[in-house]
Every structure is written in C-alpha cells, then in structure tokens.
C-alpha cells in the first residue's frame, strides 16, 4: 500500500512539473488523484506581437490587458511608451515615473518583458 501511495505521489509531482515547464500551475488535492482546479497566469496568455523592440503603443497597451494590468494603459498610452522603452523600465520608474504602487504589479510587467526579451 506504501508502495502506491509514493507512487501515486509521484505520478502527481511528475503532473505538476509538466505543467510548471508548460508556464501553468495547478493546485492539486494531495488526498486524491483529482486535479482541483488549474490556472494559468496571465503572463503566459498567447497574445501574436511584433518583437518587442517593434511593438507600438497600442501593442503595449494589449500586454498591459494581457497581464491584467489594464489599469495602467492610460499612463503608458500618455507616455506613448513602445516596446524600445520597456527593456529599460526598473522598478522605481514604474513606481514613480508611472504610477505603478503595487509592487506585485511591478514585478509582473517587469518578468514579463524580461522573459519577453529573452526570446
């Protein structure tokens, strides 16, 4: 019985790797085999843009929606930020320069377009 319940375990961890690698989480019920609920972040949405040094405002704008940060589009669109600026965002300029107080917001945007100009 020992034996199924590690193998159960693992079956499951193998399960939440795979989705970890696919950009997913899933909250899994330890107590049973069956998945409770999945989510999939934000920053994983497939949105199609141009490489990010080639995104416009309004291309910005739809990250922002993507991310759920659609608050924040009117100061970008004011500031007509493009996809050249945001390699060079830090998280104080998006706290004082744009408004962004939510550190959680911050680090959002800012993995996001790291992992976006990694590609």
């Given at each position: 019985?020992?034996?199924?319940?590690?193998?159960?375990?693992?079956?499951?961890?193998?399960?939440?790797?795979k989705?970890?690698?696919?950009?997913?989480?899933?909250?899994v019920d330890?107590?049973?085999?069956?998945?409770?609920?999945?989510?999939?972040p934000?920053?994983t949405?497939?949105?199609?843009?141009?490489?990010?040094?080639?995104m416009?405002v309004?291309?910005?704008?739809?990250?922002?929606?993507?991310?759920?940060?659609?608050q924040?589009?009117?100061?970008?669109?004011?500031?007509?930020?493009?996809?050249?600026?945001l390699?060079?965002?830090?998280?104080?300029?998006?706290?004082n320069?744009?408004g962004?107080?939510?550190?959680?917001?911050?680090l959002?945007?800012l993995?996001?377009?790291e992992?976006?100009?990694?590609?």
């Open positions: 019985m020992a034996d199924k319940l590690a193998l159960s375990e693992a079956a499951r961890d193998v399960a939440e790797a989705l970890e690698v696919l950009g997913e989480s899933a909250f330890r107590t049973s085999s069956q998945q409770v609920e999945s989510v999939k934000a920053t949405a497939k949105i199609f843009l141009p490489e990010m040094s080639e416009s309004e291309d910005v704008c739809r990250v922002l929606e993507e991310l759920k940060l659609s924040y589009k009117k100061v970008f669109y004011d500031e007509a930020v493009t996809g050249e600026h390699p060079h965002f830090t998280d104080e300029m998006l706290k320069d744009f962004v107080e939510k550190s959680f917001h911050r959002k945007l993995k996001w377009i992992k976006t100009n990694d590609q």
